[in-house]
Nanobody, 124 residues
Framework: QVQLVESGGGLVQPGGSLRLSCAAS????????VGWFRQAPGKEREGVSC????????YYTDSVKGRFTISRDNAKSTMYLQMNSLKPEDTAVYYC?????????????????WGQGTQVTVSS
């Protein structure tokens, strides 16, 4: 059974950093488009960042550009989200996801596998 397991969330002060990890079991990540989403209380789940399977191109939602960096280590079947200069509005449950499609999408329906989520809280 395919599993995505996230780690690395926690409580951090504004301006601080966190690195989220997402380890995949069963499948090799090379052939999947992988992404990070987040969901704040009372809000819909939104796309944060993505790496396409087709060309490894990276995408970021406007609010995190220049602060977050997505990467993946195919040999370890693990993806990462380095989050710097964190703001209170980044507070949310963060989810990793994998899609068999070649290109990135912000549509949650286009992702086949999801992690369980990890809480990120940015507060002083």
């Amino acid at each position: 059974q395919v599993q995505l397991v996230e780690s690395g969330g926690g409580l951090v002060q504004p301006g601080g950093s966190l690195r989220l990890s997402c380890a995949a079991s069963v499948f090799t990540m090379d052939y999947y488009t992988v992404g990070w989403f987040r969901q704040a209380p009372g809000k819909e789940r939104e796309g944060v960042s993505c790496i396409s399977a087709n060309d490894d191109y990276t995408y970021y939602t406007d609010s995190v550009k220049g602060r977050f960096t997505i990467s993946r280590d195919n040999a370890k079947s693990t993806m990462y989200l380095q989050m710097n200069s964190l703001k209170p509005e980044d507070t949310a449950v963060y989810y990793c996801a994998a899609s068999s499609r070649l290109f990135c999408s912000w549509l949650t329906s286009e992702y086949d596998y999801w992690g369980q989520g990890t809480q990120v809280t940015v507060s002083s």
